[in-house]
């Protein structure tokens, strides 16, 4: 198992990243990255365990399974099974850095007879990684630029 991660600190509440997150609509005006539900009539709040999503990373699609949708964390299984699976999580902590603030973090636990291309110093690791902080950037503008 490999296991990656990208931070960012957003100056806004938890609650405020956590809503503009969840507003997968509106992913098109400031994201490359799409999240719909497979049942179209299922709201991204109201998404639980088992639910399943339809995910465009743009260089990558895939269905993942959700785990857990929190106040703290949505969570999400995919699998390309045996070759590849991973746990992506993605949090909203309130920030020990930023006062009033919030330490957004995407983290995935890696799996599988390939998860190894995900090590450190790995090309296929640090393209991840740099769309990770890419969408993390671009979380941070939005939730910033809507709390104005």
Known sequence: MVTISAEVEIQASPETV?????????YKEWSKWTFTPQVPEV???DLKSGDKLQVDLSFM???????????????????????FS??????FAPSTKTPGGTTFT??????????FLMRP???????TLENWQAFNK????????SSK
């Open 121 to 127: 110093g790995w090309s296929f690791a640090n393209s």
């Open 86 to 91: 991973g746990k992506h999580e993605f949090t």
């Open 106 to 115: 995407q983290t995935e636990e890696f799996r599988g007879l390939l998860s």
């Open 138 to 145: 671009d979380l941070k503008e939005e939730v910033e630029k």
């Open 43 to 45: 709201k991204p709040d």
């Open 61 to 83: 699609k895939f269905q993942p399974v959700v785990l857990d949708n929190s106040a703290e964390r949505f969570q999400w299984d995919g699998k390309l099974e045996p070759i």
């Open 18 to 26: 956590r809503s503009v997150f969840m507003n997968f609509s509106h």
